[in-house]
């Protein structure tokens, strides 16, 4: 659902880490004037500036900046009084971008922002991804474990509408297409041509914008970079996908009704091997402080389940506030966290 209205935004620009430039917007806590219906600023232009942490909201494909309606985390009393504005990030993916782009350079863009955060002094730094920002998510995490630094942590997870691109692409695709179309990637990847056009005919009809080669695989070949949340794959291939985010508190939370989701799929059951694959890590982990456990492993089972109503973009209101809630409540158990 895209935001209608007018909001208040601070803009940041800075540089990413290959000196390309980036640009961050920070929302500002809005009210409803009741006398001209505007929207204006609770404390002035540089509300947002005032928090203390930060939620980085990312978007999935051909999603950006002040494409999402986000007010449900931007308004919510609750995440505000916990000291959090709400962040997007234009990254080389966003709106049509996504087609020439990938996961490793979400990551790395997102690592630019956390370390832009990091020098601002925020306390608390959280991802929330929707969609396909939910691999944005896990991939950022993937690199942070194998690249460790104060300046790139982050405190937690939010996975919102969490699919599979490649599952999708399956039942919005004939089979012989589908096959067709992986086969012609792959075919191109192999010859070098990665970086090339992928013919149109062999894309979904949701996808108005040219697309690479390698990115048409990454979403929809098996084990391609962006497969992490099929329903066919392994337990110890969910738990290997998941290894990441080992060392931070995550929750999951699907939309019930997401039309995104082929009806073949047991959402309940995927979702409880999310949740078991993310716990086993942490149990085999072993030791730790009972705080410790009790955040990385308990939060995720008592706070993950389905966004009631929900379709994948969050279009009623009611389902929207629930997320909000449901966010704040992950937000205020890491404050009782020793993390």
Known sequence: MTTTRPFTVTVHSFKGKGGHNLTAYERHVDALDARSESRTSIEGQDAGSKATNALIFIGGLTSGPHMTEIDFLVDNAKIVALGYSVWELHMRSSYSGFGFSSLANDAEDIASLVEYLRARQKGKVVLVGTSTGCQDVLSYASTLARKRGANTKVDGYVLLNPVSDREFAAFALPHDILEESIAAAKSMIDAGEGDEIIPRKL???????????????????????????????????????????????????????????????????????????????????????????????????????????GDHLLSERAAREWAGERVAQFLACLEKSAL
């Open 203 to 309: 894309l979904p009809p949701v996808f108005s914008s040219p697309v690479s080669a390698y990115r048409w695989w990454s979403l929809a070949a098996k084990g391609g970079d962006d497969d992490f949340f099929s329903s066919d794959m392994t337990d110890e291939e969910i738990c290997k996908k998941f290894e990441s985010v080992k060392n931070r508190p995550i929750i999951f939370l699907p939309g019930e009704k997401d039309e995104m989701v082929p009806p073949t799929v047991d959402r309940e059951a995927l979702l409880d091997r999310w949740i078991a694959a993310v716990t086993r890590i942490d149990s085999a982990e072993g030791g730790g402080a009972a705080s410790e456990s009790w955040c990385k492993t308990d939060i995720t089972r008592c706070l993950s389940g389905f966004i009631p109503g």
